[in-house]
């Protein structure tokens, strides 16, 4: 029993307690009867468990968001991180989760037109900032291009653009500087960004395209991709229908839109949506 239930009959025995030793007329005691009743089963809200598939390159941010969110609500938030493609396969295979914060839109797109989603279960909550990133400072420069085709750069790493959304811009960006040879060259693929990123922490590759809000965790140097090289990465969420009744669920789907949680986003590294 949890320990409202305990604080609940502990107060209808000190009322009853108070009763003894005077007669109150009929109409009194069913007055009360009926008080104590409706306390019982309405009482004061119950914490609640929601079970969120989170994207890799947001894991960060998205535990400082649970932290906050549960100092407030008392509601209990579990993060399960993984590549955005490989949790929107679990979803769709029955994983139980309550709230999917996927890295893109398709995804939860794709979950909204199956009647996977709650109703008005689906919103962007970030837009994700793509950086060129490495551990040593010496090794980049401000042209993203001539970083790229330094002789000191032997290998960059980016991920999948089949699975993975930061995958997809940095091969837009590629596109776009007119650096396929170099990808040909010297691309190391991961999984997803936090592959990606874990490639370039340990020094297997001397750099290559993460989530700012990743750059920012550790030291070292990263060069800004404008916006204009690819599309934006806007980051979706979306509020499964298993969760309808849950509160926990439903409130961290709202809390992601108030001033406190956006506060968090922009400082994670991310853009607020209607920025």
């Known amino acids: 029993m949890s320990v409202q239930g305990r604080g609940e009959r502990k107060h209808a025995a000190h009322f009853t307690l108070a009763m003894r030793g005077r007669k109150l007329p009929i109409a009194r005691m069913r007055g009360l009867l009926i008080f104590l009743v409706a306390f019982c089963l309405t009482g004061p809200a119950r914490a609640e468990m929601a079970r969120v598939a989170v994207a890799s390159n947001f894991l960060t941010t998205a535990q400082n968001l649970a932290h906050s969110y549960e100092a407030g609500t008392g509601h209990q938030i579990e993060l399960v991180s993984g590549a955005t493609g490989a949790l929107f396969a ?152 298993r969760a309808s009744d849950n509160a926990a669920a439903k409130g961290f789907f709202d809390f992601l839109g108030t001033p406190q949680a956006l506060g968090l986003i922009r400082a994670g590294g991310y853009g607020a949506p209607q920025e």
Do not use: C
Request: proline residues 5%; hydrophobic residues 45%; negative net charge.
């Open 90 to 241: 679990q979803i769709m295979q029955g994983a139980p989760y309550d709230l999917f914060l996927s890295a893109d839109v398709q995804r939860v797109a794709r979950l909204d037109a199956e009647g996977r989603l709650a109703r008005d279960g689906r919103k962007p909550y970030a837009i994700g900032r793509l950086v060129l990133f490495t551990t040593n400072p010496d090794l980049i420069v401000a042209d993203l291009e001539k970083s790229l085709r330094r002789d000191t750069t032997r290998h960059f790493a980016m991920a999948d653009p089949a699975l993975a959304p930061y995958g997809r811009a940095a091969l837009e960006i590629i596109k776009s500087l007119g650096l396929e040879d170099v990808m040909d060259e010297k691309a190391v693929i991961g999984a997803n960004v936090g592959q990606t990123f874990a490639f370039i922490a340990t020094r297997n590759v001397e750099m290559g395209f993460v989530a700012q809000s990743q750059a920012q965790e550790v030291e070292g140097a990263w060069v800004g991709v404008p916006d204009g090289l690819h599309a934006p990465v806007v980051q979706e969420a979306g509020l499964l229908t």
